[in-house]
T-cell receptor, first 114, second 117 residues
Framework: NAGVTQTPKFRILKIGQSMTLQCTQDMNHNYMYWYRQDPGMGLKLIYYSVGAGITDKGEVPNGYNVSRSTTEDFPLRLELAAPSQTSVYFC?????????????FGQGTRLTVV | AQKITQTQPGMFVQEKEAVTLDCTYDTSDQSYGLFWYKQPSSGEMIFLIYQGSYDEQNATEGRYSLNFQKARKSANLVISASQLGDSAMYFCAMREALGTSYGKLTFGQGTILTVHP
């Protein structure tokens, strides 16, 4: 059982480049989340999705876009990368029937923008 | 407005002693869930314990317990008999069940726990 899989694990981007961080889960979870974690800091919600075709902004959506065409996949798109987007990105998913289902996290993607 | 507040940037505890990590939250929902996660230096996020807003008893999972005080909107994590392997960053999180924040999972700033031998 793979759980939540993120690719790539590491990436270096030049300023102005774009890329897509991939996230897929095989648990048939309806909820999916993207967070960023700056060094020594907490997790800030970028975007989240309550199901295929439905996404909503979190705390820090600027500079990012998402789509949710299937239950399994929730890619995060960075357009025009900036040094401020240097961070570790986590994808998570959960099965929301009530509030008591924990989120399962991927291993993270460490992104550096130079 | 900050939904989850962890006021202790760092905590130290002696091995085998108990430690409490503080967490306060802000919500107008009646139905919500509170979670604690551990993040060791390797970076992965490990789920520890859950408390529902309607649960009458404090949650416990092995050496972890959650001191839930609903009127004070606090959900402190208690780790008993600390071990060296407990040294990590700990995050409190909340998921709301209703309103415009439906399903959103919000994290606090984290507390770095260091266990001394």
């Amino acid at each position: 059982n793979a759980g939540v899989t993120q690719t790539p694990k590491f990436r270096i981007l030049k300023i102005g480049q774009s890329m897509t961080l991939q996230c897929t889960q095989d648990m048939n979870h309806n909820y999916m989340y993207w967070y960023r974690q700056d060094p020594g800091m907490g997790l800030k919600l970028i975007y989240y999705s309550v199901g295929a075709g439905i996404t909503d902004k979190g705390e820090v959506p600027n500079g990012y876009n998402v789509s949710r065409s299937t239950t399994e996949d929730f890619p995060l798109r960075l357009e025009l990368a900036a040094p401020s987007q240097t961070s570790v990105y986590f994808c998570a998913s959960s099965l929301l029937q009530e509030t008591n289902t924990e989120a399962f996290f991927g291993q993270g993607t460490r992104l550096t923008v130079v | 407005a900050q939904k989850i507040t962890q006021t202790q940037p760092g905590m130290f505890v002696q091995e085998k002693e108990a430690v409490t990590l503080d967490c306060t939250y802000d919500t107008s929902d009646q139905s919500y869930g509170l979670f604690w996660y551990k993040q060791p230096s390797s970076g992965e996020m490990i789920f520890l314990i859950y408390q529902g807003s309607y649960d009458e008893q404090n949650a416990t999972e092995g050496r972890y317990s959650l001191n839930f005080q609903k009127a004070r909107k606090s959900a402190n994590l208690v780790i008993s008999a600390s071990q060296l392997g407990d040294s990590a960053m700990y995050f409190c999180a909340m998921r709301e069940a209703l309103g415009t924040s439906y399903g959103k999972l919000t994290f606090g700033q984290g507390t770095i726990l260091t266990v001394h031998p």
